[in-house]
């Protein structure tokens, strides 16, 4: 646990981004005021809140002699998440807030009974139907009290941590943001009215249908062939994930000497042949290309004013100019009456890149998380919108207002009703006797 001597008034925060091979877990205390941490460098701004980090691990760890992630099953890493979770508690014995960020298709709604679990659906065979909320919310002392714990994708959280942290610096404000993350798979978080996108499941983007480039023959990735949309061929996840370029790379030059030792493309170290390859590579103009047609996709479809990129993939930087590049042209300058759409060095303020890519947007996301159902919890909900928004909404006495003036023109209307009742009853009967 944490020292005793901890101020039980500290708010104390835990986020967990939970991978498919790596979960990454971190322990916050809120920083009051300017005078209440010395520790600058560690400190983390989200919006107009800032936490000092206290603890951070990654599970499962390296090996100290390979250098190579360690091979945990899910129970492993649950095991361990929890064990590190509890050591750190606070001393009240509970944290203030607590938010999960997990690779999806993932259960976001809380009425369902799959909420906290990755869904059967996910590529990842060994996860699916884990249940990951019930364990960390034991470990985090919040096992009666669910409320204080909030669950969803890595990439619905760093679009709120995005859109919350932008509307506080920015002097425009924003009502609209998308977040997209390339790694070993695509996904895309979609913040919509200053609200984060829940339907039937959370946004899948990156299986939507793309235009591969021309003469393509790339058969689409290995993980498409199990109930992967269009069996993973011409989408944006089969094309640009890591998995599907190293996959395309491995097609193209099979006796690669780096790819002889190990061709199992589950495993992080063989994906790791990408960060050799140079930016001149054919497979980045794949990469671009799938990403810009993401891109284009959600302009069209919801005028998002911000797409904010990350993940292990957009580490090679070049892409963002391919991407903004291959925007304009698949755009064909039907959009060139948005001035932020018009030219290629404008759409640097609309396709751009995380705001965090030091520490994690995953991570950083699942923060933001925590402090949206904290914030939350103890306005007693009537902030909700405020927190999503990071902007000041409408106070209560001018909610009770407008339901005092609602209410007042109900009645008033009922009674000039009953009042017309009454008159059209005297007048009939008078007119019965005249007759």
Request: some cysteine; proline content about 4%.
């Amino acid at each position: 646990m944490m020292s005793s001597s901890s101020n039980d008034n500290e708010i104390y925060l835990a986020a967990i981004e939970g991978g498919g091979t790596t979960f990454v877990v971190s322990v916050a205390r809120v920083v009051k005021s300017s005078s209440d941490s010395n520790k600058e460098e560690e400190l983390l701004q989200i919006g107009a809140t800032q936490l000092e980090i206290l603890r951070t691990t990654i599970i499962p760890p390296k090996d100290d002699n390979t250098g190579e992630i360690l091979n945990y099953t899910p129970a492993q890493i649950l095991s361990e998440t929890c064990d590190f979770l509890t050591k750190h508690l606070p001393s009240s014995g509970q944290y203030s807030a607590v938010g999960i960020a997990t690779f999806g298709p993932a259960g976001v709604n809380p009425e369902s009974k799959n909420y906290g679990s990755i869904l059967p659906g996910s590529p990842k065979r060994e996860w699916r139907n884990v249940d990951i909320l019930t364990p960390i919310a034991k470990a985090c002392g919040l096992e009666n009290d669910m409320s204080r714990v909030l669950f969803d994708t890595d990439v619905n959280a760093p679009a709120i941590a995005e859109f919350q942290h932008r509307n506080a610096c920015a002097t425009q404000s924003l009502t609209s943001l998308s977040y997209i993350t390339i790694g070993t798979g695509v996904g895309v978080g979609l913040i919509i009215n200053s609200q984060p996108v829940h339907g039937l499941l959370h946004p899948e983007g990156g299986h939507v249908a793309v235009q591969p480039l021309q003469n393509d023959t790339f058969a689409g990735y290995s993980w498409g062939s199990e109930k992967s949309p269009y069996g993973g061929v011409g989408t944006v996840e089969g094309i640009c994930s890591s998995v599907a370029l190293t996959e395309r790379y491995l097609q193209m030059e099979p006796d690669n000497d780096n790819n002889k030792t190990n061709n199992n493309i589950d495993s992080a170290q063989t994906r790791e042949v990408l960060s050799t390859l140079p930016d001149t590579h054919e497979v980045w103009d794949h990469a671009a290309n799938a990403i810009a047609n993401l891109c284009v996709s959600i302009l069209l479809l919801t005028s998002c004013e911000k797409i904010v990129l990350g993940g292990g993939i957009m580490k090679r930087t070049i892409l963002y100019k391919m991407v903004r590049q291959r925007v304009c042209t698949l755009l064909n300058g039907y959009l060139d009456s948005v001035d932020e759409l018009s030219s290629v060095e404008k759409l640097e303020n609309v396709i751009c890149e995380s705001s965090w890519e030091k520490l994690g947007s995953g991570l950083v996301g699942a923060y933001a998380l925590a402090l949206r159902v904290y914030e939350k919890d103890n306005t007693n909900g009537t902030q909700s919108e405020e927190v999503a928004s990071g902007k000041e909404g409408k106070r209560r006495n001018n909610d009770d207002d407008e339901q005092h003036l609602f209410t007042s023109g109900v009645l008033t209307g009922i009674g000039l009703s009953f009042c017309c009742l009454l008159l059209t009853s005297f007048l009939s009967r008078g007119s019965r006797h005249r007759y």
